[in-house]
């Protein structure tokens, strides 16, 4: 089994910036695509970013791209969002996901995933 916890969120101001990580423990995810979700109150919970085992190849929804960039650190088993130039339509719970070990390749579709975190919040004030 695989635990994710997500850190970073918070209330910040449209135009500001912040930083999401998430912490994989138990099972490795050295070998997982890893991905970044996002789901405001009301709506379905979309993909925002994701990124291939080794961190070479990466997929970002159009509301996000140019101002959103996934990384990973796998010494670190870790994953991070780092979030620019906010809106306040980013505002959302962000949640952090891993497929199963060995799904090596960048995975968009929410049902590819295995583990997931429990979510941080994004509030963005206008």
């Known amino acids: 089994q695989v635990q994710l916890v997500e850190s970073g969120g918070g209330l910040v101001q449209a135009g500001d910036s912040l930083k999401l990580s998430c912490v994989a423990s138990?099972?490795?995810?050295?070998?997982?695509?890893m991905g970044w979700f996002r789901q405001a109150p009301g709506k379905g919970r979309d993909s925002v970013a994701a990124?291939?085992?080794?961190?070479?190849?990466?997929y970002y929804a159009d509301s996000v791209k140019g101002r959103f960039t996934i990384s990973r650190d796998n010494a670190k088993a870790t994953v991070y969002l780092q979030m620019s130039s906010l809106k306040p339509e980013d505002a959302a719970v962000y949640y952090c996901?891993?497929?199963?070990?060995?799904?090596?390749?960048?995975?968009?579709?929410?049902?590819?995933?295995?583990?997931w975190g429990q979510g941080t919040q994004v509030t963005v004030s206008s």
């Open positions: 996901a891993a497929t199963r070990p060995g799904r090596t390749v960048v995975v968009v579709k929410e049902y590819e995933y295995s583990y």
């Open positions: 138990g099972r490795s995810v050295s070998t997982s695509g």
């Open positions: 990124i291939n085992w080794r961190g070479d190849s990466t």
